[in-house]
């Protein structure tokens, strides 16, 4: 008797009854029925023919190399496989190599047979040309719809969707009218988020209201009227796609706060400054490594090498100096490496300069290691 294993697969993005994994397993055990096969396993996919590694294709595979089964059963090859020609081949040695077919209602392919194999290339290479069609096309018509208005996704908090298009929700649109008042009269996005947890105001996700939720309200250009999104590998924005909330003047006053705010936040409070030891500067005394760290004061910025509370604790061992002032540590360190380069003396006390006791011995080990190595040669 012959021993199949079935393969079903659907793409995320094919909404065709008759293609369901249920429907494609129920046709092919009704078929391995009829011929009288005994099915091993059923393997399942929900995702693109193109992607090489698949749960249930790679699960497949695993049994191919074990000898469970004869042929593989499917209702089109371009379930089993819409690949790259190197992916197909890959597949089709292991296919040719186990002995096994790939077998559909309507054809059998044998690996051993040249134009059997032949036919079987052409599919794929149709099925591939066919994915990229309605991919091109899928996107044509994605890009149609953002121009006729239609929201893509869940409406933002506001709004509502009717007929894929968005409606303000009068109860949110009032909240949303607020915080751009709000913040265009001055007030920052914590004592904005204060101000409506206080009131019991519900927040987007029924919960506290945040600063970056608030953010992401007063920078989304949909509150205008407008739809912004990137589609085809190119920037699309459509006026008027939808009532605005917010109208133009307001919008504009709360950019140019939001702007010039993060622009003071980024010279103030970034830590992108890097120092000349940013990345592999440790303690000697907890091992934790230390951090750039930006302190302001009456506008002027000043860095230190610093500790991470959340990474050692708040309970830092004595001997642990907190905070480096970065500027005089780099200089410290600038001028120890000229003294090495110029002085022999200074050279060999670095090379011997006990800063970690593990680290000089897992380098001492080594050495061990490769001066055995090079007495065995």
């Known amino acids: 008797m012959k021993k199949v294993a079935i393969y079903c697969r659907i793409s995320t993005d094919e909404d065709l009854q008759k293609y369901s994994l249920p429907a494609q397993?129920?046709?092919?055990?009704?078929?391995?029925?009829?011929?009288?096969?005994?099915?091993?396993?059923?393997?399942?996919?929900?995702?693109?023919?193109?992607?090489?590694?698949?749960?249930?294709?790679?699960?497949?595979?695993?049994?191919?190399?074990?000898?469970?089964?004869?042929?593989?059963?499917?209702?089109?090859?371009?379930?089993?496989?819409?690949?790259?020609?190197?992916?197909?081949?890959?597949?089709?040695?292991?296919?040719?190599?186990?002995?096994?077919?790939?077998?559909?209602?309507?054809?059998?392919?044998?690996?051993?047979?040249?134009?059997?194999?032949?036919v079987s290339d052409i599919f794929n290479l149709f099925a591939r040309h066919q994915r990229r069609k309605i991919k091109k096309a899928m996107r044509r018509g994605r890009e149609?719809?953002?121009?006729?208005?239609?929201?893509?996704?869940?409406?933002?908090?506001?709004?509502?969707?009717?007929?894929?298009?968005?409606?303000?929700?009068?109860?949110?649109?009032?909240?949303?009218?607020?915080?751009?008042?709000?913040?265009?009269?001055?007030?920052?996005?914590?004592?904005?988020?204060?101000?409506?947890?206080?009131?019991?105001?519900?927040?987007?996700?029924?919960?506290?209201?945040?600063?970056?939720?608030?953010?992401?309200?007063?920078?989304?250009?949909?509150?205008?009227?407008?739809?912004?999104?990137?589609?085809?590998?190119?920037?699309?924005?459509?006026?008027?796609?939808?009532?605005?909330?917010i109208h133009e003047e307001l919008w504009a006053r709360c950019q140019e706060i939001y702007q010039r705010r993060s622009d003071e936040y980024k010279q103030y409070h970034t830590t992108a400054k890097r120092g000349l030891l940013s990345d592999v500067?440790?303690?000697?005394?907890?091992?934790?490594?230390?951090?750039?760290k930006t302190n302001t004061s009456r506008g002027r910025a000043y860095y230190h090498y610093k500790h991470r509370p959340r990474q050692c604790g708040q309970d830092l061992p004595a001997k642990c100096k907190v905070s480096h002032q970065l500027e005089a540590l780099d200089a410290k360190v600038i001028a120890a490496v000229k003294a090495i380069g110029s002085s022999p003396e200074a050279a060999r006390q670095f090379i011997?300069?006990?800063?970690?006791g593990k680290e000089r011995k897992k380098l001492q080990a080594r050495l061990a290691g490769l001066e055995k190595a090079r007495q065995s040669l």
């Open 25 to 118: 397993e129920k046709e092919l055990k009704e078929f391995a029925s009829r011929k009288g096969w005994e099915v091993t396993g059923t393997y399942r996919d929900t995702i693109s023919g193109s992607k090489a590694s698949r749960p249930g294709l790679d699960a497949l595979r695993d049994d191919l190399a074990a000898g469970k089964f004869d042929a593989i059963l499917c209702v089109d090859q371009d379930r089993l496989s819409r690949l790259e020609p190197i992916d197909w081949e890959l597949l089709k040695r292991e296919l040719r190599e186990a002995k096994v077919s790939i077998i559909t209602p309507a054809q059998v392919v044998n690996f051993d047979d040249e134009d059997s194999e032949l």
């Open 144 to 245: 149609e719809a953002f121009r006729q208005g239609k929201w893509p996704g869940q409406p933002p908090f506001g709004y509502q969707l009717k007929d894929q298009k968005l409606e303000p929700e009068p109860s949110q649109a009032e909240v949303v009218q607020r915080i751009f008042e709000l913040y265009a009269r001055g007030l920052g996005t914590w004592e904005i988020c204060n101000r409506l947890n206080t009131e019991g105001v519900p927040s987007p996700y029924r919960k506290t209201w945040k600063p970056a939720g608030m953010l992401r309200i007063l920078t989304n250009p949909a509150y205008t009227g407008t739809i912004s999104v990137h589609v085809n590998g190119k920037h699309v924005e459509v006026h008027q796609a939808h009532p605005a909330i």
């Open 352 to 356: 011997y300069f006990r800063n970690d």
């Open 281 to 292: 500067l440790y303690c000697s005394e907890c091992g934790q490594r230390l951090h750039v």
